[in-house]
């Protein structure tokens, strides 16, 4: 407007003083032509600064967008790293609640395994000790078979047979001592009688014949002498019984001593061996109760974790990324940082480049930039998203394996503790019988039993010593016993034939 009143002047003045200038007209002419040239730039130039205003505006719209994307994907990825926190957190739990029960119940079968151990060493202590008597004293086991029970039955029976025949054979001795002691006194008194009266015939004859035949005297007085000589033999031979008599009394009460003190040092093991037993029955059962109780306590465990499981299952899997990495994390948190460095710069360049109108294009090449780079990061969660749904399904394959395992090893544990239950049981029923039935020997014949303790093992061992010793002293009775009866009879037999010589020999000095 200044340029056209300034031009409007001098073309005032041109005609106040009519002078018509062509060359003015031409100036005009092109001043109009340049200020029309300058109209239509000013239009332009609006229309180009309304247009770019339009253009700020949209990118400022498009900046809040791209920031509130922004601010979702940050909160997307909190989430992820938050759930990948969880998820991590439950299965280290898992795997440590699972090997802390597995680690449980393994501590537990080896504790029944070594009280079935030991359980099993007690009744291989018992077959060792039957066995060792079988192979000592074969004789004492014909046509028995080779189980223990039976082999223990028949040296319980034997222990029995052996008392009472021992006790058949003492009182059988007793009863022949005293029938020979018996005979013995009568064939003394017939011999005392004998020899009295033969000394009163041969005082009676020797006084009638002391004048008449002193040889015949010299004859009846060694006579006597060499009677007196036989009675003294016979006296000897007397006293030699007897004291062979009073040598086996006192044999026989050193083998009752020795029997006895055999009885009270079996009687200490016995009880021993009898608390170890008990107190080895005891842990056992204290054992199996804790693992019942602890595998009832797995049991609710697993209940619980299958619960959990199917809840789990249950509930709505989210549509978030996998569980990323922590470089992957931290690498995005990277990314998402330059990025919006990148945004603040394009901001401050989008303010350069607002202030020039030339720069339009590289405001929309930026925008471009932006939205692939936006495009980018949806590329990038919808990848995560891919990953966190397969290790999802991953999670469910491994947590029903996972299960399935430690329902399969429930299963075995079961199978293995009903195993261990089973043996348990029928190793107390086999150590049960064999307590039983020596309890019943026991009670039957205390009197084998005086000074033993309660104890099954030295009970056991008393048994066994028992057999041993009442078979060699049933030999040692019966060597005995016949050597001391055709000992008798012969002393018999020789007072019988000494009487029988000096009743002929009084007949013949009768006749004589």
Do not use: W
């Not at 006084?207 to 009677?227: A, F, G, H, M």
């Not at 306590?297 to 509930?315: M, P, V």
């Not at 978030?320 to 922590?326: G, L, M, T, V, Y």
Request: with cysteine; aromatic share 4%.
């Amino acid at each position: 407007q200044q340029e056209s009143t300034e031009l409007k002047q001098p073309l005032s003045t041109q005609h106040d003083e009519d002078e018509s200038n062509q060359s003015l007209k031409e100036i005009i002419k092109q001043q109009s032509e340049q200020l029309k040239d300058l109209n239509e730039k000013y239009i332009s130039l609006s229309s180009k600064f309304d247009s770019n205003i339009n253009l700020e505006l949209e990118f400022q719209r498009e900046k809040e967008k791209m920031e509130e994307r922004l601010i979702n994907y940050e909160n997307q990825i909190e989430n992820l790293i938050y759930e990948r926190t969880n998820f991590l957190e439950e299965i280290e739990k898992n795997k440590s609640s699972s090997i802390q029960t597995f680690d449980n119940e393994k501590q537990t079968d080896d504790k029944l395994l070594k009280v079935n151990s030991k359980l099993k060493r007690v009744l291989q202590t018992f077959k060792d000790k039957i066995h060792r008597i079988v192979t000592e004293k074969p004789d004492l086991f014909t046509n028995v078979g080779e189980e223990t029970t039976e082999r223990f039955d028949h040296i319980i029976a034997t222990v029995e047979y052996q008392a009472v025949q021992i006790d058949l054979l003492e009182t059988e001795r007793e009863q022949l001592e005293k029938q020979l002691r018996n005979k013995i006194q009568e064939l003394q008194n017939s011999f005392d009688a004998y020899r009295n009266q033969m000394q009163n015939e041969s005082s009676i004859k020797s006084q009638q014949l002391v004048s008449t035949t002193p040889p015949t005297d010299d004859i009846s007085r060694s006579n006597i002498e060499n009677y007196e000589k036989q009675i003294h033999q016979l006296q000897q031979k007397l006293s030699q019984n007897d004291d062979e008599r009073t040598l086996l009394r006192e044999r026989l009460n050193e083998v009752e001593l020795e029997f006895r003190k055999t009885l009270d040092d079996r009687a200490t093991t016995t009880n021993m061996y009898e608390e170890q037993l008990q107190s080895l029955i005891q842990e056992r059962d204290a054992l199996v109760q804790q693992h019942v109780l602890e595998l009832i306590e797995n049991q609710h465990e697993i209940e619980k974790l299958q619960e959990k499981l199917a809840q789990f299952q249950r509930s709505p899997i989210p549509s978030h990324a996998d569980i990323p990495s922590n470089e992957d994390v931290q690498s995005l948190q990277k990314i998402i940082e330059q990025q919006s460095e990148e945004l603040k710069d394009l901001t401050e360049k989008y303010l350069v480049i607002s202030s020039q109108l030339e720069l339009q294009d590289e405001i929309n090449r930026q925008k471009k930039d932006t939205e692939e780079k936006l495009q980018t990061y949806e590329n990038q969660i919808q990848h995560l998203i891919h990953q966190h749904e397969n290790l999802v399904e991953e999670l469910k394959t491994k947590t029903s394996s996972t299960i399935s395992t430690i329902d399969n090893q429930c299963q075995t544990d079961d199978q293995q503790h009903d195993k261990l239950t089973q043996i348990n049981i029928k190793l107390k029923r086999v150590l049960q019988t064999f307590k039983d039935k020596i309890h019943r020997i026991v009670t039957e014949r205390p009197e084998l039993f005086i000074n033993i303790s309660e104890d099954t093992s030295d009970r056991l061992d008393h048994l066994i010593s028992t057999v041993q010793h009442q078979a060699t002293q049933i030999n040692l009775l019966q060597t005995d016993h016949t050597s001391t009866l055709a000992m008798q009879e012969e002393q018999l037999q020789t007072l019988i034939q000494e009487r029988n010589a000096l009743v002929e020999q009084q007949r013949l000095q009768s006749i004589d």
